[in-house]
């Protein structure tokens, strides 16, 4: 049993290294393997978070039935082993997402509900996800009044345990948020909080990208077209796509 337990350790190093540098068929062949040897090596814990990683990277790669059926696999060993407050959050967050993904938000707002039913419970990442999928499950939704007050709860939050990152994602949420219901002094207040964050660095091409198509969008909308062509120029000129 104790080579089957190293197994499955260097196999989930493996697919963590993989799933760091974007390779995520590699990463979902080794989480393959070391849920293989967490089986034989009788691990039962420790396959739960081997499910619940592989079902993100399955998820990401789009492959929602499979990454459904092993959540479900994380659910059904989590529930044998009496660990629900420890496993169930993070379970019902990734297949809140595949649903809202899918457009099944009533699907998604059950897993949602059983989440804020153990708020109190969560952990300090986990907090950010919920609020971050919620928002997200309003926005996709259209229902932007009620995506702004959950970014703004998450913006708060990133401000009291100084996420700089996750405070940037806040941002740029309550930006495209105000934006879509044509608040544009609200959008470019936000906006502008995290304009130099992104477009001074290089190493998030795809939301410096994803940025500067906003702002186009907010001057077009403040009928600025000379400020929203001089961007877009900017935009088709860099030296990256938002495939990089």
């Known amino acids: 049993q104790r080579t089957y337990s190293l197994a499955t350790g260097a196999y989930n190093d493996i697919a963590v290294f993989f ?6 068929d590699s990463a979902i062949f080794y989480l393959n393997k070391a849920i293989a040897s967490s089986t034989l090596s009788n691990e039962k814990e420790k396959r739960i978070n081997i499910y619940i990683n592989l079902a993100d ?3 990401q790669n789009s492959d929602f039935t499979n990454a459904t059926a092993t959540y479900r696999k994380a659910l059904l060993l989590s529930d044998s082993l009496k ?17 809202i993904d899918l457009n099944n938000f009533d699907q998604a707002d059950t897993y949602l509900t059983l989440i804020e039913n153990q708020q109190d419970s969560l952990e300090l990442y986990e907090q950010f996800y919920y ?9 996709n939704k259209d229902e932007h009044e009620k995506s702004i007050p959950v970014y703004h709860k998450l913006l708060e939050l990133t401000k009291k345990y100084n996420q700089i990152d996750n405070r940037m994602i806040a941002e740029i949420n309550l930006g495209e948020s105000h934006l879509r219901l044509h608040h544009l002094d609200s959008a ?11 477009f001074n660095q290089i190493k ?3 939301t410096s990208f994803y ?12 009928n600025d077209t000379k400020k929203a062509e001089q961007l877009l120029n900017q935009w088709l000129k860099l030296p990256y796509t938002i495939q990089d």
């Open 188 to 198: 470019q207040y936000y906006l502008n909080n995290v304009s130099d964050y992104y």
């Open 83 to 99: 660990l629900q407050k420890k496993y169930n959050a993070p379970i019902y967050l990734g297949l809140s997402k595949i649903y």
């Open 131 to 139: 609020l971050t999928t919620r928002g997200n499950y309003y926005f």
């Open 204 to 206: 998030n091409p795809a």
């Open 19 to 24: 799933q760091t540098i974007g390779i995520r």
């Open 211 to 222: 940025l500067r198509g906003l702002f186009a969008y907010l001057y077009l909308l403040k």
């Open 57 to 59: 990277n399955l998820a």
